[in-house]
Structures are given as C-alpha cells and as structure tokens.
C-alpha cells in the first residue's frame, strides 16, 4: 500500500520560508507517469493546488502562487518538498501532499501550517 507522510514545521513566522517534505513509501518517485502534488486547504476554504514535480523532475505551478514556490525532490530518499516564501497569515493551512499514476491517487493525511508571529 502506497503511503505518503508529509512534515513540516507546525509555526512559521510571517515573511519567512515554509518548507514541507512528502516522504513515499511502497512507490517510486521517479517512477515514469507518476505525478507528486502540493495541496492544501486553508479554514473555511476549499482545496487550493499549489503544483507539482514529475517523474522526470519537470514542475508545474498555480499561477497564483507560482512566484514564491518552489519544488524539489531528493531521489535517493524518495520524498519530495515544497518550499513557499515570503509567507503571511493568509497561507496558513493543512497542506497535502498526493501522489498520481494513472487512474491510481494517493493521500498524505496533512500537516497544518500555521503563519503568526
């Protein structure tokens, strides 16, 4: 059973960087056709994308945010990360991480962010 387990840093303070990492477990990330996604869902809101990194390394973004995202993957540890900068209050969230091959989807159970100083 393929499991995704995101962590992060619980608090971050306005104007600083978020950082969390999806590590996979029972699936390859740079397995051809699988798609790793960023997600989160901030209160009373619903699900935002955020973007992802691919099997070959290449990245997508919602326009929206694509200014302060970044993402990256370790291969060797299989896990993937995203980083947001400059962030504010309205980013606070549980972000998700999702993996995708095909018609098969995969969940992390999030990790909440909360930006305040």
């Known amino acids: 059973q393929v499991q995704l387990q995101e962590s992060g840093p619980g608090l971050v303070k306005p104007s600083q960087t978020l950082s969390v990492t999806c590590t996979v477990s029972?699936?390859?990330?740079?397995?051809?056709?699988?798609?790793w996604s960023w997600i989160r869902q901030s209160p009373g809101k619903g699900l935002e994308w955020i973007g992802y990194?691919?099997?070959?390394?290449?990245?997508a973004h919602n326009p929206s945010l694509e200014s302060r995202t970044s993402f990256s993957r370790d291969t060797a540890k299989n896990e993937f990360t995203l980083q947001l900068n400059s962030v504010t209050p309205e980013d606070t969230a549980v972000y998700y991480c999702?993996?995708?091959?095909?018609?098969?989807?995969?969940w992390g159970q999030g990790t909440q962010v909360t930006v305040s100083s």
């Open positions: 029972d699936a390859t990330i740079t397995t051809d056709y699988t798609y």
């Open positions: 999702n993996g995708r091959y095909a018609t098969d989807d995969y």
């Open positions: 990194i691919d099997y070959a390394g290449s990245t």
